[in-house]
C-alpha cells in the first residue's frame, strides 16, 4: 500500500511565497500605470500606440496577480482541508489499524523466509 503525507509547512512557506509575489505583481503594474499616465499628456501617434501598449501590460499584470491569488488561495483552502481531514481521522475512535498489524507481520514472515 502506498503511502501519502503533505508537508504543511512547505506548502503554507509556498502560500506565503505566493502573497508576496501578488504584492510585487502590483507594484509593477502601479509602476506601469505611472509611466502610461506621463505618456498621456503626449499625443502623437506613437504615444498613443505605446499607452495601448503599457495599458494591455498593464492589464495582463493584474490578471496575473488575479491567477496568483487565486492559486494561492485554492493552496490555503487545500491545507486546511487536509489538515481538517487528518485531524478527524486522528481524532476518530472508529478506525481499527489492525490490518497494519497483520500486514506488518505478514512481510515479515516474507522477509524470513
Not at 7 to 19: A, F, P, V, Y
Not at 94 to 106: L, N, P, Q, V
Amino acid at each position: 500500500m502506498g503511502s501519502f503525507s503533505v508537508n504543511i509547512t512547505k506548502t503554507k512557506k509556498i502560500g506565503n511565497q505566493l502573497e508576496k509575489i501578488e504584492t510585487y505583481l502590483e507594484e509593477i503594474a502601479d509602476q506601469v500605470e505611472q509611466v502610461r499616465n506621463a505618456y498621456m499628456e503626449i499625443s502623437t501617434t506613437e504615444s498613443a500606440r505605446i499607452q495601448t501598449k503599457l495599458k494591455n501590460t498593464q492589464a495582463d499584470i493584474s490578471a496575473l496577480k488575479v491567477s496568483t491569488f487565486e492559486f494561492r488561495t485554492s493552496l490555503e483552502d487545500i491545507v486546511r482541508l487536509y489538515e481538517k481531514t487528518e485531524k478527524s481521522i486522528i481524532d476518530s475512535n472508529d478506525i481499527d489499524f489492525s490490518f497494519k498489524k497483520e500486514y506488518e507481520i505478514e512481510l515479515r514472515e516474507l522477509a524470513d523466509a
